[in-house]
């Protein structure tokens, strides 16, 4: 039986014929900063991540010139409606090809993503204090954290261009999710994380069987050193905003929730944002919905960070970016440079949406509630976007007769030393010991 890299092989040439045979160019990049077009040839045929004219990536820096994808919408009008999209199962987001930057729209495709198989019910409704709060929970995806839904459109990119090696840095979530999908394809993954990485998200990286690099220093120090690897080595890279496919794979969870909501969207979602991807692939996914014409309005955008980790609040507040190393037990949104600034703010300004801060001691605290008032355990991040409701709703009394959902985005086993701030090791105590104090209460 062929081994999984023999596998890639093969699917790679596949895809690469089919990629020749379709002729149909549904999409084109264009720089967030000088607005320059090019095709996906200028882009992909010499694996180029930010815009030629003017992307620049410098040490402790957002990345300038962050690529977008654009679509033909008259094509993507002629082969997709509102009615077929809302018939879709969510996470299932193989079932709108048309809308994805791979060239070839063949069953190829589909056969591929069927083992990438997202969460298929990811919004739930709870309630919290008395009000009734949606929740998108993708703490149960193939890796057990939202990065799923950029590195699978990564990989598949990367499959499409015959390539079998793929690197990146990672503060643990998408390392893992890199690490795992890359296993389930076949692919090799390179992961470089900061030496203060949680015990959880190390192992299971290594788990996975990828290669790991511990770097002595930051996330931001495993970033720098990571583009510097990738020049020498040539392997593709996953990195968060730097590839532009990180961007619009994680729009699919503006997709799923319109999906699951059959298009009745909730007037505010709150976000947890440490680079800034995933907010800017949600409004991404909310912009092209709403320039089909299938929803009338992007639902407002919360941003929430750490207060040890604001750089994007305080941009967003102030207009300019001083760079300021990030201190925060939410490792997955520890950022002093996020990397997607720039269309973050964006994103933030365009929904009519908010910035806002938390401390370490809220997220604990939501941490504590989602898992014993929800039952959801989440990582410390995710609970991130709990905390800033609960903040929110506490200075601004509209947000309780307001439609809104929190976003949760990675698992709390991933992070199990969080778990031990609020949850004390139990004294053992011999079986008469307990018959007695259960038997005088």
């Known amino acids: 039986m062929p081994s999984l890299r023999a596998i890639a092989s093969m699917v790679c040439r596949k895809i690469s014929q089919d990629s020749l045979e379709e002729k149909e160019m549904h999409y084109q990049y264009a ?16 694996n180029k991540y930010l815009c030629p004219s003017c992307g620049m990536a410098k040490k402790n820096k ?21 009615e077929n999209i ?13 809308y994805w930057p791979l060239s070839s729209l063949s069953a190829t495709r589909a056969s591929l993503l069927e083992k990438l198989r997202l969460s298929s019910n990811p919004v739930l409704k709870m309630g919290i204090n008395g009000q009734d709060v949606l929740v998108f929970d993708d703490t149960r995806n193939p890796t057990f954290s939202y990065k799923d839904r950029a590195t699978s459109l990564v990989a598949l990119k990367a499959l499409e261009l015959g390539i079998k090696e793929i690197t990146m840095a990672s503060t643990g979530n998408a390392g893992s999710s890199l690490a795992g999908i890359c296993a389930r394809l076949g692919l090799k993954s390179h992961v470089f994380v900061p030496k203060n990485i949680p015990t959880a998200k190390r192992l299971q990286i290594q788990a996975y069987g990828a290669n790991l690099y511990l770097v002595d220093g930051d ?35 503006a997709f799923d929730i319109f999906i699951s909501l059959k298009g009745n969207l909730p007037d505010l979602i709150f976000i947890p944002v440490g680079d800034g991807v995933i907010l800017s692939g949600i409004y991404k ?62 994103a933030i300004k365009k929904s009519s949406g908010k910035a806002l801060r938390v401390s370490d001691d809220a997220i604990s605290a939501a941490q504590k509630m989602a898992a014993q008032d929800m039952g959801i355990l989440v990582e410390p991040a995710a609970a991130a976007a709990l905390a800033g409701f609960l903040k929110l709703r506490e200075s601004d009394s509209t947000i309780s007769a307001q439609k809104c959902m929190l976003l949760f985005t990675g698992n709390g086993l991933k992070d199990s030393q969080s778990l031990e701030r609020w949850n004390s090791v139990p004294e053992a105590k011999s079986g008469a010991e307990w018959k007695k104090i259960l038997s005088d209460e």
């Open 31 to 46: 720089c967030f900063n000088c607005h320059k077009k090019y095709t996906p040839e200028e882009i992909e045929k010499d």
């Open 62 to 82: 957002p990345l300038k010139g962050v690529l977008q994808v654009e679509y033909d919408l008259d094509f993507i009008k002629s082969k997709l409606s509102r």
């Open 86 to 98: 809302l018939k879709n199962i969510p996470g299932a987001f193989w079932a709108y090809p048309q």
């Open 219 to 253: 996330y931001d120090t495993a970033f720098d050193l990571n583009l510097e690897i990738t020049k020498q080595k040539g392997w593709y890279n996953r990195n968060t905003a730097l590839n532009p496919l990180t961007i619009e794979g994680k729009k699919s969870g």
């Open 285 to 346: 996914g909310f912009l092209d919905l709403l320039n089909l014409g299938w929803i009338d309005k992007i639902p407002q955008l919360i941003a929430v960070q750490a207060e040890g980790s604001d750089a994007i609040v305080r941009y967003f507040e102030e207009g300019i970016f001083n760079y300021k190393p990030a201190h925060t037990k939410a490792d997955s949104i520890h950022a002093g440079a996020p990397r997607n600034l720039y269309m973050a703010a964006d």
